[in-house]
């Protein structure tokens, strides 16, 4: 019996291969994204918050547009205007509108939120090796070869 029928206590056989893979991606990224959310929630934030705070720091103090925000998010998330909004009524980004384009909105991270992300960076990668750091350098490289091939099956 695979380890994941054991963990969902299913006595039946998968449907095919391709659900039980399904399945198995879905309750690895569940399991391991546990600990990264509780921690985010310590410091009163979301995955989505977190992410959008990243990618608003990637920018080197240029802002962003909700469009260009949600093209560069890990997750799909429909809601990105009042998750920016959030972070808005936090104090940890700024939004401006496009000196080009009036009609353009665009945020940035300010230094509330640069300071949260630098107290965040190094707890959040400790998470990161504990939650992988089991895995030999060959096999995450696989791994991420695998997810790569899955998600683009060019």
């Known amino acids: 019996m695979s ?12 449907g095919s291969l391709e659900q039980e893979t399904l399945l198995n991606i879905q309750r690895t990224a569940s399991k391991l994204d546990g600990p990264f959310l509780k921690f985010l929630k310590l410091h009163g934030l979301s995955a989505s918050l977190y992410n959008i705070l990243r990618i608003l720091r990637g920018q080197k103090g240029n802002g962003l ?25 936090m104090g940890l980004a700024d939004r401006v509108r496009s000196e080009e384009d009036r009609r353009v909105v665009l945020t940035s991270i300010n230094s509330k939120g640069m300071n949260l992300l630098k107290e965040l960076d190094e707890p959040m990668s400790a998470l990161e090796k504990q939650s992988l750091g089991h895995l030999t350098i060959q096999e995450k490289k696989q791994l991420n070869r695998l997810l790569d091939k899955a998600r683009n099956p060019k």
Do not use: H, N
């Open 3 to 14: 380890s994941l029928k054991r963990e969902l206590k299913q006595t039946k056989p998968f």
């Open 65 to 89: 547009s909700c469009s260009g925000i949600a093209e560069r998010m890990v997750t799909r998330d429909s809601d990105i205007t009042r998750r920016i909004d959030r972070l808005l009524k």
